[in-house]
């Protein structure tokens, strides 16, 4: 079982805008920087998060995407199903035809496991995610590092050269 990088993504980018939402709308070329996801990946997820009522979007010069609810009212499990993503650890998807079309011996242990882990994400919102300091720290870091201006990295490295050359 696992999740593809169609949830993954999606959960990654929602964070990043409730992480950023004081700042207003907040563009996909800012999350794509953030986060290092293509842009017209982004904006295929952000189109099937806007369908489902997760993300607004906001038109013209400074637009961007807004959460379209609290950060506690939105929860992991519903970003996952809002791109028609499934956390399932059946080998047969939940179609029950695991076994030479039939029904595997384990299909229940694992349809099971599939509804423990979906009510686990279920139980853990974006403002849980948002709370953790692991999440703040790893934030941080990637704002540092996405407004860097190019000319800071210049004057760095020759200055760790002119530094060698000691």
Same mark, same amino acid.
């Given at each position: 079982?696992?999740?593809? !990088?169609?949830?993954?993504?999606?959960?990654?980018?929602?964070?990043?805008?409730?992480?950023?939402?004081?700042?207003?709308?907040?563009?996909?070329?800012?999350?794509?920087?953030?986060?290092?996801?293509?842009?017209?990946?982004?904006?295929?997820?952000?189109?099937?998060?806007?369908?489902?009522?997760?993300?607004?979007?906001?038109?013209?010069?400074?637009?961007?995407?807004?959460?379209?609810?609290?950060?506690?009212?939105?929860?992991?499990?519903?970003?996952?199903?809002?791109?028609?993503?499934?956390?399932?650890? !059946?080998?047969?998807?939940?179609?029950?035809?695991?076994?030479?079309?039939?029904?595997?011996? !384990?299909?229940?242990?694992? !349809?099971?496991?599939?509804?423990?882990?979906?009510?686990?994400?279920?139980?853990?919102?974006?403002?849980?995610?948002?709370?953790?300091?692991?999440?703040?720290?790893?934030?941080?870091?990637?704002?540092?590092?996405?407004?860097?201006?190019?000319?800071?990295?210049?004057?760095?490295?020759?200055?760790?050269?002119?530094?060698?050359?000691?």
């Amino acid at each position: 079982m696992r999740l593809t !990088t169609k949830g993954r993504y999606a959960v990654t980018a929602m964070l990043d805008l409730a992480l950023h939402a004081e700042r207003g709308p907040i563009s996909l070329a800012d999350i794509s920087k953030r986060q290092d996801i293509s842009l017209s990946y982004l904006e295929q997820l952000f189109s099937r998060l806007r369908q489902s009522g997760l993300v607004s979007s906001v038109r013209g010069p400074g637009g961007g995407y807004r959460l379209a609810r609290t950060t506690a009212e939105i929860c992991v499990a519903e970003i996952i199903d809002a791109v028609n993503e499934s956390v399932d650890a !059946t080998s047969c998807g939940g179609n029950s035809d695991c076994s030479a079309g039939e029904q595997c011996l !384990t299909h229940y242990l694992w !349809t099971d496991l599939s509804h423990q882990i979906h009510g686990f994400l279920n139980g853990i919102s974006l403002a849980d995610m948002v709370a953790r300091a692991e999440v703040q720290e790893v934030a941080r870091r990637q704002d540092g590092r996405a407004v860097r201006d190019p000319l800071d990295q210049v004057v760095e490295q020759k200055v760790a050269i002119v530094g060698g050359l000691q």
